[in-house]
């Protein structure tokens, strides 16, 4: 086949679309073959005829080709090479465009033939659908018909039916069967009761099968001219017919020959059956015979052929006229496109019955026919539905209208590429200068994280000499100044490292690779640890510190505790910093919870500002501390969680999964408050309210910035409201996952060895003794975690009636200080009923007192134990051991099991410390031999290099990763690939494990020990097979941890 060739496909396209688009290809063609100089243009290189006609087509594609090399010579930026393929590239794309207007043509066409097809299916499905379910129903109320037979005719004595009774029944009904044109009941009848039969009946029984086939007027009696039916061992005449049949009354069913292949099948089967389409009496029309057999009453379901013929009483036949059956189908049906359709049995495949429609009508379109299956509940018997359209498929106007506007497109695109070339020089050059310029800022931003990784690692090594040395002091004898010294110079160290931490979160947010982890914490433990941070210094300035958690908040979650911590750290450390007196008040509730009690009440939230309250002396406000508090409502109204119409991101929005779980934090205080000048730029990095240099507090200013940021990656928001003079408020929201805990009774506590009284303390009932609502509930949260049973009193009159009109007597009492300042007498707390020794122990709450005061408490009478605030579990535990005499000596002994424990770890562990310092590895091997450890040091990867070859008697390794002539990284794939080495000989026989060390498999823990903290690094610590990470400066504590995880 030709290319040319190819233009006509097999779509019988029009022979004048077809001689065009060859005309149009080859004119292409040649003028790509000229302009490339490949062909020399010749006057009858086409022949006469095709040149004559191609005239104007010649003038406009080389008029454009034309324009597009002048505008390619006279283009500056555009080089020869380049102004060569375009040129090809545009001839190419014309072409591809006719070849592109054909596709379109085809798949067009395609489409319009498909769904062509498509309807001819359909329309054709359903009309044999219909016609099968109205056939399904004459069926089932023919089956009916046979039933009342039996019912009526067979078991009845004397019979309820008569020919007149069946005939106007059955024309009554005949509504329900609107597909048959009569219906008839023949009985069984044998030889030997032939003749009693007829002398019953009065008539003879008549053959069927020797009938004139001529049809008969109404009028004439037509069983007349029947002959009687010849001898057999078997008849089946009719006795009952409908009025529309009422002609074969006599005629004997078993002496025709379809009617007979019909009784003797359906009554051995038991189902309806159908007789092949033949001319019915009387109306000559095509049709066909419906026969159910009448059994009798006790016929079992499961019963045999040979059962059901002898259990035969007769047979009920209903005739189909199959013509006027479709007939009257399609007159329901219309439709705008008209179908022809033909029925046929196709019992005899190789020779089918038409039932309906003629062969070859006129104006049909032969080129397209569906047939569809017929089911008549038969299973024998086989019937189609042939379709074919009416008319032919119209003219594929639109596939050409649209081939042709896809061409006219591909011409115009064509001609605008031609100017679009010289912008793609443009477009390359600045391309270049775009790449340049991301390179120099891809490079800018290694260079910024390399100066970070260097700045942080050049600070913290010193540093972590600094803090090590200070630390191993620390452990000396000092007197009482020289600790003081020390202490200080460590807090100014750790300070200081604070202050770089800071610096690099903020960078690592900046460049976008700060990443959360996502494990279980248990959130009450990280506020307890946030309170011991800060508790020394709220002492100090005597400020109420306290944390209030909802009971609907789950004990564990899943999500960062580290940056969870740091968040609320930088608020509740600013707190602190801008507070002189009254309080500082932590609290966490669900979203949820706040959203659907939007005006929550003191007795739902403790921490809620309420209003003044007036009790005895005391006229404060209901707050931690009697001091007013900015409205915290306010610094949480506009976030999205608590909007219906948005939501911050698609996992607030499903709170309605059970494992999401979405927190409310607020930190409340009753500091400054932040100037209304200065509010609009609290979360801009490195700003402060106040940046003078005579500022009376210090910092850097980017604590918040982080805390934002650090609270938009949990997925929330974070806002805030101040008064001046009168404190602020921060509230911020958080995503977490609902985690797994396995619950020991005690909310956010884990009791320890040395917790073992607090398990004596469950179960206790305490009474708590405040004036102020919200401080008596916190303490009261705090007391309920450990197991307690507690109750509270507004003042000494109250609890004097709640300890001696109680079921059930109380085993302590805990008094703040601010009741025993405005109280009376607190022995009157200590009733003795009839010489009961259940007397309760006294606690004082304060959160600070001069010795002169705890004095005076104890004196009185007021206290056995003073407890100082803020209060959390393990504090709480301690001193209510201690004032109820449980666990003293546990306490002394478990001390002694922690650090036994500890020295039992390490003690014989062989470690190697590897650093270029000398100043850590004396830190290192310091903090480790404190525990009993061996340690030994090595001052480059090349010496680690040598003492880890196995075999070796090493248990450990610390490895710095910065180090001259070889880093710690090549020195791991060092080790590591020595190891791989060994093992694969030991594994493949060609080593003995007793000749290395009795190890059959060696692998030694390595620990990065490093100043820098970028992610990149730690992610760089993995790849080369370390085991862990620890940055400096380290403390005793993490180095333990991280050793632990090996031994």
């Keep these: ?527 307890d640890d946030i309170l011991s941070l800060f508790a020394g210094k709220s002492q100090d300035k005597g400020i109420e510190l306290a944390v209030y958690v909802s009971d609907q908040v789950p004990d564990i979650l899943i999500g960062d505790p580290g940056r969870f911590r740091q968040i609320i750290t930088n608020l509740v450390g600013n707190s602190v910093k801008f507070t002189a007196k009254g309080h500082i008040f932590v609290s966490l509730h669900l979203v949820e919870e706040v959203e659907s009690l939007m005006e929550i009440s003191t007795e739902a939230a403790p921490n809620i500002l309420s209003g003044p309250i007036k009790n005895g002396l005391i006229n404060l406000y209901n707050t931690l501390s009697g001091y007013p508090i900015a409205d915290k409502r306010r610094s949480w109204e506009n976030f999205k969680a608590f909007n219906r119409e948005g939501c911050l991101s698609p996992k607030t929005c499903s709170q309605s999964s059970f494992d999401s779980i979405n927190l409310l934090i607020t930190v409340e205080d009753t500091g400054v408050g932040i100037p209304k000048e200065a509010q609009a730029r609290v979360f801009t990095p490195f700003m402060q309210a106040d940046s003078s240099t005579s500022r009376t507090y210090g910092g850097t200013g980017i604590g918040l910035s982080i805390s934002k940021c650090l609270v938009e990656l949990m997925n929330g928001e974070i806002g805030f409201v101040s008064e001046p003079n009168i404190g602020s408020c921060f509230s911020f929201t958080a995503v977490f996952t609902r985690g797994k805990s396995a619950s020991n009774g005690f909310k956010g506590y884990k009791p320890n060895q040395s917790d073992l009284g607090i398990f004596e303390l469950k179960g206790m009932r305490a009474l708590v003794v405040d004036p102020r609502p919200v401080r008596a509930k916190v303490t009261k949260y705090h007391l309920e975690r450990l197991g307690l049973q507690v109750e509270i009193a507004t003042d000494f009159g109250q609890a004097l009636f709640t300890l001696t009109n109680g079921s059930r007597p109380f085993e302590m009492v805990l008094v703040d200080k601010e009741a025993w300042l405005h109280g009376s007498n607190v022995s009157r707390l200590l009733p003795r009923k009839n010489g009961s020794p259940h007397v309760p122990k006294l606690f004082l709450l304060a959160t600070s007192m001069s010795p002169t005061e705890i004095s005076s408490a104890k004196s009185a009478g007021c206290a056995e134990t003073v407890i100082v605030k803020p209060l959390r579990a393990s504090m709480l535990v301690a001193s209510l051991q201690r004032g109820m005499g449980y666990g003293s000596k546990r306490n002394n002994l478990s001390q002694g099991l922690a650090i036994s424990s500890l020295k039992s770890l390490l003690q014989g562990k062989k470690i190697l410390v590897v650093d270029d310092n000398l100043v850590n590895l004396r830190v290192a091997a310091g903090a480790l031999k404190k525990y009993g450890a061996s340690v030994a040091c090595a001052s480059s990867g090349k010496a680690a290099l040598l003492m880890l070859k196995p075999p070796h008697d090493f248990n450990a390794c610390f490895m710095d990763v910065q180090m001259p002539e070889m880093d710690g990284f090549e020195a791991t794939r060092r080790i590591r690939d020595m190891e791989h080495e060994l093992n694969d000989k030991i594994e493949h026989g060609e080593a003995l494990p007793d000749a290395n060390g009795n190890v059959r498999r060696w692998h030694i823990p390595i620990l990065a020990m490093t100043a820098d903290v970028i992610q990149a690094t730690q992610e760089a610590c993995s790849r080369c097979g370390m085991d862990g990470y620890v940055s400096k400066p380290f403390e005793e504590d993490k180095l333990y941890r991280e050793v632990a995880r090996f031994f």
């Design 1 to 527: 086949m030709s290319y040319l060739g190819l233009l006509d496909l097999d779509l019988k396209l029009p022979s004048w679309y077809s001689r065009t688009w060859r005309w149009v290809l080859l004119d292409f063609t040649m003028n790509f073959l000229i302009e490339a100089e490949i062909v020399e243009p010749k006057a009858g290189y086409l022949g006469g005829s095709v040149n004559s006609g191609l005239k104007w087509w010649g003038k406009f594609t080389g008029g454009c080709l034309k324009s597009y090399s002048h505008q390619k010579t006279s283009s500056s930026s555009s080089s020869k090479v380049g102004g060569t393929w375009r040129n090809k590239l545009l001839i190419l794309w014309l072409i591809g465009g006719l070849l592109g207007s054909i596709c379109v043509f085809w798949y067009l066409h395609g489409q319009s033939v498909g769904r062509r097809r498509e309807m001819l299916a359909s329309m054709c499905d359903e009309r044999a659908r219909m016609l099968q379910d109205q056939f399904n129903v004459s069926l089932n109320h023919v089956r009916a018909l046979a039933i009342l037979v039996s019912t009526f005719h067979h078991e009845k004595n004397p019979s309820a039916i008569d020919q007149r009774t069946f005939a106007e029944y059955t024309e009554r009904t005949a509504f329900e069967r609107p597909l048959t044109s009569g219906v008839a009941y023949a009985v069984k009848v044998l030889h030997s009761d032939r003749e009693r039969f007829e002398r019953q009946q009065g008539w003879v029984i008549k053959r069927m099968d020797a009938q004139d086939q001529a049809p008969v007027p109404d009028d004439e009696y037509f069983t007349e001219k029947q002959q009687p039916s010849p001898v057999q061992d078997e008849y089946a005449p009719v006795i009952f017919a409908q009025n529309t049949v009422s002609h074969i009354v006599s005629l004997d069913m078993m002496s025709g020959k379809e009617d007979r292949e019909n009784v003797l099948r359906a009554r051995a089967s038991g189902k309806g059956v159908l007789t092949s389409p033949f001319r019915l009496l009387k109306s000559m029309r095509l049709g066909v015979v419906l026969t159910f057999a009448v059994y009798k009453k006790h016929l079992p379901s499961d019963a045999t052929p040979m059962e059901r013929i002898h259990a035969t009483e007769g047979y009920l036949g209903g005739a189909f006229d199959v013509g006027s059956l479709v007939e009257k189908l399609l007159q329901q049906l219309s439709s705008k496109q008209t179908i022809i359709v033909n029925v046929y049995d196709t019992t005899n495949a190789s020779a089918p019955i038409s039932m309906y429609g003629s062969e070859n009508p006129d104006m049909v379109d032969d080129s397209m026919h569906h047939v569809s299956n017929l089911n008549f509940g038969d299973p024998i018997r086989n019937h189609e539905m042939h379709c074919r359209f009416k008319h032919k498929a119209p003219f594929p106007y639109l596939a050409i209208t649209t081939s042709v506007g896809v061409l006219v497109i591909a011409f115009l695109v064509g001609h605008i590429f031609q100017a679009a070339v010289n912008r793609i020089a443009e477009v390359e050059h600045d391309y270049q200068e775009m790449m340049e310029l991301k390179m120099r800022a891809e490079a800018a931003d290694v260079a910024k994280s390399q100066f970070l990784a260097t700045v942080s690692h050049e600070i913290r090594t010193p540093m972590n000499g600094v803090l090590g040395m200070l630390q191993m002091l620390l452990d000396t004898e000092l007197d009482v100044t020289q600790q003081d010294y020390a202490k200080t110079a460590q807090g100014s160290g750790k300070a200081l490292i604070n202050l770089i931490n800071e610096v690099l979160d903020q960078a690592k947010i900046e460049s976008g690779k700060l990443e959360l982890e996502a494990v279980q914490f248990d959130v009450r433990a990280v506020l």
